[in-house]
């Protein structure tokens, strides 16, 4: 088999895809293939009621919270948060525009109503994020949004942005769960699941229960959140098959990793490891951003050539190492390195790359 450093999908741990093949045949408790339960049946509102204990106890998320289960992926999203969010503002909501994704968010958001970039990272060409004095926050903004790390150009903040008395809203797709991330301190957090903890088919929304009192009453029920949460996220015919399967990741996170402290301190390791290969390739292997904006989740880097970019490729395939190349939108190579992903195989791709220099620098 081959080693998965692809972009997204990522990884999964070994002990959940072997549980996801026998539930594909039959899960034991039902006797029926996962893929033909109903979702009205008690097994999965059991399934939904475990995820979402999960969830809460790994972030240790306040019962002011629902946590939903939604389909649309992360790119709903951009749209439902305005939809909800800013219904009749006059100030305009803040947008940080630091890669790709966040530059996604935009254009959606710009579409709902008022919004004012805060910040972007254009002209550096997204290679680093904001420092703290470049960053002039709204008192008066209905919401902040920001992307916590960006996937395309392997930017990650190491903190937590805007004001306490400004809703903090925050995409969390490619970094969710792979890390503690202080939840209570954001009106809403989303992440779809097909990075760090399953397959793609649902995105988990944790949403303060006071952001929607203030909802527009004339939204289609499908993109009023106040509809999953009286369904508890069973609204219409909901993916089960992937909700199962970001439950199994959950348990694996509870009781294997032994909670979110350890699986960050996993995920720093293999990023330690891989950006060591970089700095100490004498500039042979170039990373993408900046020092302290680097992702742990994303290693974003360049040789000096495309040629050449595209002969590692080949022999990293050869040598089954996958999913190398970087997005289409910048090109290179990037190394993803989400929950799922060990160290030695880590490792692997580090003495791949030592030996790929020797032999071509
Ligand atoms: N946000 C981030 C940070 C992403 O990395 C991606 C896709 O990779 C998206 C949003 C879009 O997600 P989806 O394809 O689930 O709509």
New binding site residues.
Partial sequence: NSLNFS??PGALPESVLQQVQQAIIAVPEVGLSVLGISHRSDWFAAVVAELERNIRSLLGLPDSYHVLLLQG???QQFSMVPMTLLHGATAPADYLHTGY?SGKVLAEARREGPIRTLWSGQDSGFTRLPDDGELAFAADAPYLHY?S???VEGLQFQRVLGRDDVPRVC?M??DFLSKPCEAERFALIYA?A?KNIGP?GV?VVLVRDEVLAHAPDDLPGFLDYRSHVKAHSNFNTPPVFAIYVVLLVTRWLLNEVGGLHNMAARNAAKAELLYGVLDASDGYYRGRARVQDRSSMNVSFNLATPALEQQFLAEATAAGLSGLGGHRSVGGLRASLYNGLTLPAVEVLAGFMDDFRRKHA
């Fill in positions: 972009g997204g992926g992360a790119t994704w992307v790390n960006e996937t995409d797709s490619s779809h097909q793609a995105t």
